[in-house]
C-alpha cells in the first residue's frame, strides 16, 4: 500500500506541475493576443518561477524573439545558465542558443557559445554540437579556428582512448605528437606527466618497452624542444631509477642520459653514467657506445680498459675480442692484436669462427701469408669443416699458389672420403672441377672430372614417430633422395657396372623398338 501511495503521490506531482504549465501558456497566449506584453512577461517569470527548467527559460526566449527584442531573448537564455547551473548544459538547450545567435549574425558570439558548451558538456553527449561547430568555423573562422577546432576534437578522441586503455601507451605517444605541434610547452610536460605516471603493473621487459620510449621522448622534448637541459637531466635520472634493472634494463636509456651529458660537455658525468650502467647491468651496447665515445676523444688507455673489462664481463662474446684486436690494428699496434687474437683463440667461444676468420684476415691484409698458412693449419687442427678447406685453397687461389690449391683440396678429398660423408666429397669436387675450369689445364681438368660421382635418384620408406610409448613406428609413405657412386671407391665397383649394363640394355630395347616402328 505504502508503494502504491507513493507512486501516485509522484504522478500527481508531475500532473500538477504539467497543469501549471498549461495553465501559464493559456494565459501568455490570452495576454498576447489582447497585446498586454507586459502582462505577458509576467506570466512567464512566474512560469519559470513554478517550473525551473530548460524549456521555460527557452519559451521565454522565443517570445521575445517573436518580439524581435533580441536583447530580452538573450537575457532569458543567459539566465538559464546562471540560475540552472549544470541544469543547463545540455546540447539541445545551447544549439537552440546558437542557432538564435546565427539568426542575428552575432558570429563572435556563437563562437564562443560553442567554447564555452563543448568546455562543459561531456564529450559523449556533445557530438552533434562538435560537428556543428566544425560546419561553422569552416563557413565563418579562419585557417587558425577551423585547425583549433579540429585540434580539440581529436584532443576529446584521445581523450576517450585514454580513459578506456591508459596502459595503451601508442595513445599517448600520438596524444603527445598532437600537442607538439601546437607548441604549448605546459600542455606538452601536463601529457607527457600523465603519460608516465602509468607504471606498467608487471615488472617485466616486454610491458615496459614502449613505456620507457615515452621517458625518451619527454628527455628530448626538454632537450630541444623546451631548451631545458635542468628538465631533460631530471627526467633521465627519474626513469634511470624507476627500471628495475636487477630483473631488466635498457641500454638506450643509459646511453641516451651519457649522449646527453656529452652534449651538455659533462665528459665527467657521461662516464659516470656509463660507469654505473657497466657495474649495476653491464650489456654489451653501453660497452661499444662507451667505448666509442673514449674513441672520438681519442682516449685509447680508457679505451683498453674498457674493452679489458668488456671480455672480462663476456668471455664468451667472440664479437668483444674481435673488436679489442681491431682497436690495437687501428693504433698500429700489431703485436698487442696478435696477442689478443691468440688469447681469444684458445677460449670457449659462441661463434671461434669468427674470431679465427677476423685473424686470418688480419694477417693476409698484412701480406703475412706464412702466418696466415699456419692459422689455416692450425684451424684444420681442430675443425675440418668443409668450408675451412675451401677457404684455404681459395686464400692460396688469390696470391697464385696454383700446386698449394690442388694439395688442399686432394687432402680435402680424401679426408672425406675415409669419413664416408658424400656430400662434402661432392662439394670439394665442384670447386676444384671450377678452379681446373677457369684456371688449370686438360689433363688437371680430365682428372677431376673423371672423380666426379655418378647422381642416382633412390626412395625410402618414412615412418611417423607414434605418440604412444613403446609402439612401433607407423609408415608415413616414401619418400626421394639422392645417392652418390664414385668412380674411385671400391664397393661402388660393383654398382657401377650394373648401371652400365643396364644403361646398355635400356639403348638397345630403344633400338629394337625403332625397327619396329619403321618396319
Not at 501558456?25 to 518561477?49: A, G, L
Not at 632537450?223 to 631545458?228: F, G, P
Not at 686432394?410 to 662434402?424: G, I, L, Q, R, T
Amino acid at each position: 500500500f505504502f508503494f502504491f501511495f507513493f507512486f501516485k503521490q509522484k504522478t500527481a506531482y508531475e500532473i500538477g506541475v504539467r497543469l501549471v504549465g498549461s495553465e501559464m501558456c493559456i494565459r501568455d497566449r490570452f495576454e498576447e493576443r489582447m497585446k498586454e506584453i507586459d502582462n505577458c512577461r509576467k506570466v512567464f517569470n512566474e512560469y519559470i518561477d513554478a517550473y525551473p527548467e530548460v524549456e521555460s527559460y527557452v519559451k521565454a526566449a522565443k517570445f521575445e524573439e517573436r518580439l524581435r527584442k533580441r536583447d530580452n531573448a538573450r537575457e532569458y537564455y543567459q539566465l538559464a545558465i546562471k540560475e540552472l547551473g549544470e541544469k543547463s548544459l545540455d546540447e539541445k538547450f545551447f544549439m537552440q542558443f546558437i542557432n538564435f545567435e546565427k539568426k542575428n549574425k552575432e558570429t563572435e558570439r556563437v563562437r564562443v557559445l560553442y567554447q564555452f558548451a563543448l568546455e562543459h558538456i561531456p564529450k559523449e553527449k556533445a557530438r552533434r554540437l562538435y560537428d556543428s561547430y566544425i560546419q561553422f568555423e569552416k563557413e565563418h573562422g579562419d585557417k587558425d579556428s577551423i585547425e583549433l577546432v579540429v585540434l580539440n576534437k581529436r584532443r576529446h578522441i584521445y581523450e576517450d582512448e585514454i580513459a578506456k586503455d591508459p596502459f595503451n601507451y601508442d595513445n599517448w605517444f600520438d596524444y603527445a605528437r598532437l600537442e607538439e605541434s601546437t607548441g604549448d610547452l605546459d600542455r606538452i610536460r601536463e601529457i607527457y606527466e600523465r603519460a608516465i605516471a602509468n607504471v606498467p603493473p608487471i615488472e617485466e621487459k616486454p610491458h615496459w618497452k614502449r613505456y620507457i620510449f615515452l621517458w625518451l621522448n619527454y628527455a628530448v622534448f626538454e632537450e630541444l624542444t623546451a631548451k631545458s637541459s635542468t628538465r631533460a637531466r631530471q627526467v633521465c635520472e627519474q626513469a634511470i631509477q624507476l627500471v628495475p634493472h636487477a630483473k631488466f634494463t635498457f641500454s638506450k636509456l643509459w646511453v641516451h642520459y651519457a649522449q646527453f651529458c656529452v652534449r651538455q660537455k659533462d665528459l665527467e658525468g657521461a662516464r659516470r653514467v656509463y660507469g654505473n650502467a657497466i657495474g649495476r647491468c653491464p650489456r654489451e651496447k653501453i660497452f661499444k657506445a662507451y667505448v666509442e665515445m673514449e674513441l672520438q676523444l681519442t682516449n685509447f688507455d680508457r679505451c683498453r680498459k674498457i674493452y679489458e673489462k668488456y671480455i672480462e664481463v663476456f668471455r664468451e662474446a667472440s664479437n668483444s675480442w674481435i673488436q679489442y684486436a681491431r682497436l690495437e690494428l687501428t693504433l698500429e699496434e700489431y703485436d698487442r692484436a696478435r696477442a689478443i687474437f691468440e688469447i681469444a683463440v684458445e677460449q670457449s667461444l659462441d661463434m671461434p669462427e669468427n674470431v679465427w676468420k677476423a685473424y686470418i684476415d688480419t694477417e693476409i691484409n698484412m701480406n703475412e701469408f706464412d702466418r696466415a698458412r699456419k692459422l689455416y693449419e692450425r684451424l684444420l687442427e681442430k675443425a675440418k669443416h668443409v668450408k675451412v678447406w675451401l677457404s684455404y685453397a681459395e686464400f692460396e687461389k688469390e696470391i697464385g699458389e696454383k700446386s698449394r690449391v690442388r694439395t688442399i683440396l686432394s687432402e680435402a678429398y680424401e679426408y672425406f672420403k675415409n669419413e664416408d660423408m658424400s656430400e662434402e666429397r661432392v662439394i670439394v669436387l665442384d670447386a676444384w672441377l671450377k678452379f681446373e675450369t677457369t684456371v688449370g689445364d686438360k689433363q688437371h681438368l680430365d682428372y677431376v672430372k673423371a672423380k666426379m660421382p655418378a647422381k642416382i635418384k633412390k626412395r625410402r620408406k618414412v615412418t611417423a614417430a607414434t605418440q604412444q610409448p613403446g609402439a612401433e613406428p607407423e609408415e608415413a609413405g616414401w619418400e626421394e633422395y639422392y645417392e652418390y657412386i664414385f668412380p674411385d671407391d671400391k664397393k661402388s665397383q660393383k654398382t657401377l657396372k650394373i648401371l652400365e649394363k643396364a644403361y646398355k640394355w635400356k639403348k638397345e630395347q630403344k633400338k629394337d623398338d625403332v625397327n619396329k616402328e619403321t618396319q
